[in-house]
C-alpha cells in the first residue's frame, strides 16, 4: 500500500515534476507476467525514477547497507526503501551472488517486475561497465524476458556524492525484450551466461550512448581510488596558514 502511495501521491509526483523524464519505449514493458528489467546505473535517483514512470510494480535488488543503519534513522531509511520496492542483498562475502539469485527468483516466482543493474554497483565515471552473469541465471532459471533500460541524464542530475539532485533533463528508454529461451536448461554453462550478460549489456549500451568499459565496475572504481591515494601519498597537501 505504502509503495503506491509513494509512486502516486508522495514521491513520484515530486520526481516527475523535478526531473521531467521523457520516457521511450515504455510498450516494451509487459503489462502482466514475470520479466526482468536490466538497466544501467548512474545515480541514485534511478531508484525511484524508473518505478515513478512504469504502470506496474517493480523491486531492485539493492545493497544490504541502505537497510542497517543505526538508531532511529537508520530504521526510517529501512522502512522507506523496504516501502519503495527495494530487497536488501548483502554484496560481501562469497555467497553474495547466490543470496541476490535467490531474492530475485522469488520475485519472478510471483509474476512480478524485478529490477536489476548488471553491473552490481553505481558508475563513477558515467561510462557503462562490463555486466556480471546473475542477471543471466536469473532469466535461464526462470524463463523470463529482459526488458533493457537506459537512465540518460541521472548522472549529470545527480552525480555520485551529491545529495541534492540538479535540474537536467533526463530520459528513460525501454528495449525490445530480449529472449533467451534457445539456451533453457544451460545456466550452468559459463560461456552461455558471458554471451547472454553481454547481449544485454549490447542492448542498453545501444539505448544510452555510453561509452563501454570491458572492465567491472568494482575493480575499476576500486584502481580510481588507489591512483588517488598514490597521488595523495606522492603530493601530500600542506598546511595551510
Excluded: W
Excluded at 525514477?49 to 545493497?63: D, G, N, Q
Excluded at 565515471?125 to 533500460?149: E, N, Q, S
Excluded at 533467451?180 to 536448461?185: D, L, N, W
Amino acid at each position: 500500500m505504502f509503495y503506491y502511495l509513494l509512486k502516486y501521491v508522495l514521491l513520484g509526483p515530486l520526481l516527475r515534476l523535478v526531473f521531467r523524464p521523457r520516457i521511450e519505449g515504455l510498450d516494451h514493458v509487459p503489462s502482466s507476467g514475470a520479466a526482468i528489467v536490466a538497466g544501467n546505473h548512474l545515480s541514485f535517483s534511478d531508484h525511484f525514477l524508473m518505478p515513478a514512470v512504469l504502470k506496474r510494480r517493480i523491486t531492485f535488488l539493492a545493497k544490504a547497507e541502505y537497510f542497517t543503519g543505526p538508531g532511529l534513522k537508520g530504521r526510517l531509511t529501512a522502512f522507506f526503501f523496504r516501502s519503495a520496492g527495494q530487497i536488501p542483498v548483502d554484496r560481501s562475502g562469497k555467497d553474495a551472488g547466490q543470496a541476490a539469485i535467490r531474492e530475485g527468483l522469488g520475485v519472478l516466482g510471483k509474476e512480478e517486475l524485478l529490477g536489476i543493474y548488471p553491473e552490481g554497483t553505481r558508475s563513477h565515471d558515467g561510462r557503462l561497465y562490463k555486466g556480471k552473469v546473475g542477471v543471466a541465471v536469473m532469466a535461464l532459471r526462470a524463463g523470463v524476458p529482459v526488458i533493457p533500460c537506459a537512465m540518460i541524464g541521472t548522472f549529470e542530475a545527480q552525480p555520485p556524492g551529491t545529495v541534492i539532485p540538479r535540474i537536467h533533463p533526463v530520459v528513460i528508454r525501454f528495449g525490445e525484450p530480449l529472449d533467451f529461451s534457445r539456451y533453457a536448461g544451460m545456466e550452468g554453462e559459463k560461456a552461455i551466461l558471458r554471451a547472454i550478460t553481454d547481449e544485454i549489456m549490447y542492448a542498453i549500451l545501444s539505448l544510452s550512448g555510453q561509452e563501454y568499459v570491458d572492465t567491472y565496475a568494482a575493480v575499476a572504481k576500486a584502481e580510481e581510488a588507489e591512483r588517488k591515494a598514490e597521488a595523495g601519498r606522492r603530493f601530500p597537501r600542506l598546511p595551510r596558514g
